[in-house]
Each structure stands twice: as structure tokens, then as C-alpha cells.
Nanobody, 115 residues
């Protein structure tokens, strides 16, 4: 199984930036897909960005041009660089992986964009 721990959330003003991190442990060798999701109050959880084992990335329309997903295999860490943040980006952000053992979720980290 894979265990995930997110960090890096916080309060930021509109137009600001944050970088989220997700440290993975456990059966990380079997991970085939990594992603960031978010869930705003009263809304369904949605995928923000994903990256597969070959490095192919995809982004939700709301994230294109502003967010960048990346991974560091040496540190077993997934990142989400978020720039030009907007109030509508406010949500709990979750790290997600799909591996041979199934799907794993982190505990989430709160991102609040407000002046």
C-alpha cells in the first residue's frame, strides 16, 4: 500500500503562489499515476492535474497555464506549483495515487485564496 502526506497549503492573496508537496511512502514502486484533486465547500472533488509514469501530464481547464504538476523520484514527492491564484481556487487539495495495490489518498491540505 501507499501512504501519502500533503503539505504546503495556507492562506494567500489573490494573484499569489503556493507550492504543495505530497510525500509518498510504502509500495511506491508500483505507482502508475499521480494526481492532485481539490474539493471546495459544497462541491464535488475534482482532479486538478495528473502525471503518469511516463511523465505525461494533464490539467483541468481551470488549472491550465497557472498550475504545474511535477514529481521528484529521488524524494518520492509530488508537487503542485500554483501561480496566479484566484479566490475560486480555495479548496482542500488532496494527493492521489493509483498503483497495483489500488488507490490512495492523502489527508488533504487547505488552500485559501483571499484578500
Amino acid at each position: 500500500q501507499v501512504q501519502l502526506v500533503e503539505s504546503g497549503g495556507g492562506l494567500v492573496q489573490p494573484g499569489g503562489s503556493l507550492r504543495l508537496s505530497c510525500a509518498a511512502s510504502g509500495s511506491i514502486f508500483s505507482i502508475v499515476f499521480r494526481a492532485w484533486y481539490r474539493q471546495a465547500p459544497g462541491k464535488q472533488r475534482e482532479m486538478v492535474a495528473g502525471i503518469d509514469r511516463d511523465g505525461i501530464v494533464n490539467y483541468a481547464d481551470a488549472a491550465k497555464g497557472r498550475f504545474t504538476i511535477s514529481r521528484d523520484y529521488a524524494k518520492n514527492t509530488l508537487y503542485l506549483q500554483m501561480n496566479s491564484l484566484k479566490p475560486e481556487d480555495t479548496a482542500v487539495y488532496y494527493c492521489n495515487t493509483i498503483s497495483l495495490g489500488g488507490q490512495a489518498w492523502g489527508q488533504g491540505t487547505q488552500v485559501t485564496v483571499s484578500s
